[in-house]
Structures are given as C-alpha cells and as structure tokens.
C-alpha cells in the first residue's frame, strides 16, 4: 500500500456521461498530481493542486476539472465524456518542498467509456 | 516543449544485460527519473539522476549525461519478474514528463 488511495479503481459509463475520481494523498503530502495513460499514449500530466490552490495545469482538456479540498484530498471530474477518454488515471502526491522527488502514486482508476 | 524519446520493445533472455536508452528535451531539466511498470499498475520508483554519472543500484543502473540529453538503464541478471514497462521521466522539480515506455520480455 503506497499511501494514496485512489476509488473506484474501475469505472464503466457511456459517453456524453460524466464521472467523478477521487484521490487521497499520502498523510502529510500537501501536493496531489493527475496524470491520464491512454494505451496509444504514455502518462501525461493533467494537472497539480497544492493546499487546495491550483499549482500548475498540462495538457488537461476543456471538459476536466479538477479541485483539492480542506482535508486534501481531490477529485477529478471527467464531463460529456468521449470513447477517447477511456484511460488509466494515476494520482501522485508528494510532501512539502519535495516536488516529483516525493512521488508517490496511486493504484490508479481504469475507466472505460462505452 | 518536452519531448522524451525511447525504444518501443525490447527483448531480453533471462540472466542476460539489457540497456534502455532515453533521449530527452526539455525546459527546466532538474533531473531524470526511471520507473516500472507492470500491466494495469501504477510506475513504481527504480532510479533518480540529477547529476552526471552513473547510479547503481542492485541489479539496476541509470546513467546520465546532462549536456547530451541523454540516459540508459542498465538491467542486469535478468529475470522473467523484470518483464514490465520502463518508462523514462524527465523532471522541471513538480512535474513529470514521461516518455511512452519501453516494454522489456524477458525470455527463458
């Protein structure tokens, strides 16, 4: 067990629907990063949150957002979601000052769109 | 930009050396890490460079050269466990930028 939990592990919806996943850091790890593996794609970054501002932003689309809470953990909302977007979807956090040096990830969530 | 290049597949016979070549360009390199990854996992950690140099560790060994954008792991005594995904990551301090990962079989 890395720390960080990350639920469902497997999600199954239709396209146009849309999902919700959740990550909680590792304790004492203010830091939560998301990352999309698509099988044609290695993993990129999505986007960071750190102490429940938002920290720096990569190649995440229009119709993601995501947001850190009071109790750190965060959720990554996934709207009128498309075929393409099925993906492995990997949370990582790391602790102050540590930056990728403190990298712990998730198991991920699978999420297969239909 | 960033732009991380390395090898789709490699094949390997169990017992035998594989070296996994990276190419890396990209704005505020502060380090390169290497990952595993099995089917379906998350990347665990294998090994971090800042500086120039080679890191061993156990049967695993990265080298870096910053000035030519470049990096290998080195997997030795293979065994038919280390077959899995290596992925090549290069850091600006928050961020990773990986590469597509090369997928290693080792063979018996």
């Known amino acids: 067990d890395s720390g960080v939990t990350q639920t469902p592990k497997h999600l199954i919806t239709a396209t146009g629907q849309r999902v919700t996943l959740r990550c909680s850091p590792r304790s004492g790890d203010l830091s939560v990063y998301w990352y999309q593996q698509s099988l044609d794609q290695g993993l990129q970054f999505l986007i960071q949150?750190?102490?429940?501002?938002?920290?720096a932003k990569g190649n995440i689309l229009e119709r993601f957002s995501a947001q850190q809470f009071p109790d750190l953990h965060s959720e990554l909302n996934l709207s009128s979601l498309e075929l393409g977007d099925s993906a492995l979807y990997f949370c990582?956090?790391?602790?102050?000052?540590?930056?990728?040096?403190?990298?712990?990830f998730g198991s991920g969530t699978r999420l297969t769109v239909v | 930009g960033q732009n991380i290049d390395q090898p789709t597949e490699m094949t390997a016979t169990e017992g035998a050396i594989v070296q996994i070549n990276c190419t890396y360009q990209t704005s505020g390199f502060n380090g390169l890490f290497w990952y595993q990854q099995h089917a379906g996992e998350a990347p665990t950690f294998l090994s971090y460079?800042?500086?120039?140099g080679l890191e061993e560790k156990g049967r695993f060994s990265s080298f870096l050269s910053r000035s030519k954008g470049y990096s290998y792991l080195l997997l030795k005594e293979l065994q038919m466990k280390d077959s899995a995904s290596y992925l090549c990551a290069a850091t600006n301090d928050y961020k990773l930028s990986f590469g597509a990962g090369t997928t290693v079989t080792v063979r018996a």
């Open positions: 460079n800042v500086l120039d």
């Open positions: 990582a956090s790391s602790g102050s000052g540590q930056g990728a040096v403190g990298y712990t």
């Open positions: 949150y750190y102490n429940g501002e938002e920290r």
